[in-house]
T-cell receptor, first 111, second 111 residues
């Protein structure tokens, strides 16, 4: 299913640079947060998650930062590659299953 | 192993007709979710099945929408008397623990 919209916020980065995608969440009771990547014509793909008892979690080339004070979540992608081009969604939940998704950010990687 | 599959991948229907969308979750996953994604939007939770428990239908937008899950596996989302505002991508996900695995979605177009 195609997910990309015409008016999504867009982040354009040079290949090899680091990318930072931001997300503000709404529910102060949310205790679990996930970042998803969605390529055109595909469903969202899990990237990384973090629980509210942490403020940073690292994966392979990705880092998620959580600031509960200002209800802000960010996804950092190191050495961005063309294959990272996609729409990125943050999601939050206070129930572990009913995810509330943000509206998404389109990442474009310039060669 | 196989991921979550959905059928059909695309469905065009006339306003007023009923449609059925199918989801085959990953084998062994006890939880199944339906989401709707409109153009340029994040995912909107529709319904959640967990084992033999009563489903959480709190996200269904109207009584024209219903879903069932037979034998704890395959799920069907039915939309009766479709309206143009029902046009969207309908995504299914399944999980065993926290991480939800998404299918590719069914793009529904109501003309």
């Amino acid at each position: 299913g195609e997910s990309v919209g015409l008016h999504l916020p867009t982040l354009s980065v040079q290949e090899g640079d680091n990318s930072i995608i931001n997300c503000a969440y709404s529910n102060s009771a949310s205790d679990y947060f996930i970042w998803y990547k969605q390529e055109s014509g595909k469903g969202p793909q899990f990237i990384i998650d973090i629980r509210s008892n942490m403020d940073k979690r690292q994966g392979q080339r990705v880092t998620v930062l959580l600031n509960k004070t200002v209800k802000h979540l960010s996804l950092q992608i190191a050495a961005t590659q063309p294959g990272d081009s996609a729409v990125y969604f943050c999601a939050e939940t206070d129930s572990s299953y009913k995810l509330i998704f943000g509206s998404g950010t389109r990442l474009l990687v310039r060669p | 192993g196989a991921g979550v599959s959905q059928s059909p991948s695309n469905k065009v229907t006339e306003k007023g007709k009923d449609v059925e969308l199918r989801c085959d979750p990953i084998s062994g996953h006890t939880a199944l979710y339906w989401y709707r994604q409109s153009l340029g939007q994040g995912l909107e939770f529709l319904i959640y099945f967990q084992g033999n428990s009563a489903p959480d239908k709190s996200g269904l937008p109207s009584d024209r929408f219903s879903a069932e899950r037979t034998g704890g596996s395959v799920s069907t989302l039915t939309i009766q008397r479709t309206q143009q505002e029902d046009s969207a991508v309908y995504l299914c996900a399944s999980s065993f623990a926290d991480e939800q695995y998404f299918g590719p979605g069914t793009r529904l177009t109501v003309t």
